[in-house]
Nanobody, 115 residues
Framework: QVRLVESGGGSVQAGGSLRLSCAASRSIFNANAMGWYRQAPGKQRELVAE???????NYVDSVKGRFTISRDNGKNQVYLQMNSLKPGDTAVYYC?????????WGQGTQVTVSS
């Protein structure tokens, strides 16, 4: 079992920045991938960014060049640096950990971007 706790969400104006953190209750060294997803009202949850065990990253097109995902295996944490935020980035952001034995989710953190 893995518990994930997100933090760092909040309300910002367009063009601002936020840094999300995800703390895992156990080592993420063996995680196949760590990811950030988001779900806006009335929309399906979508993958925003992921980072694999070898450090490879993948981003949804809408955030490329603005968001950066990173992981610190020593601290069992994953981060999402979000710059140049847009109103369209408003959503609940969820941390995900993908292990060979299962997927785990955090409770989510709200990000609200006003114009």
């Amino acid at each position: 079992q893995v518990r994930l706790v997100e933090s760092g969400g909040g309300s910002v104006q367009a063009g601002g920045s936020l840094r999300l953190s995800c703390a895992a209750s156990r080592s993420i060294f063996n995680a196949n991938a760590m990811g950030w997803y988001r779900q806006a009202p009335g929309k399906q949850r979508e993958l925003v960014a992921e980072i694999t065990a070898d450090g490879s990253t993948n981003y949804v097109d809408s955030v490329k060049g603005r968001f950066t995902i990173s992981r610190d295996n020593g601290k069992n944490q994953v981060y999402l640096q979000m710059n140049s935020l847009k109103p369209g980035d408003t959503a609940v952001y969820y941390c995900n950990a993908n292990f060979i034995w299962g997927d785990y989710w955090g409770q989510g953190t709200q990000v609200t971007v006003s114009s």
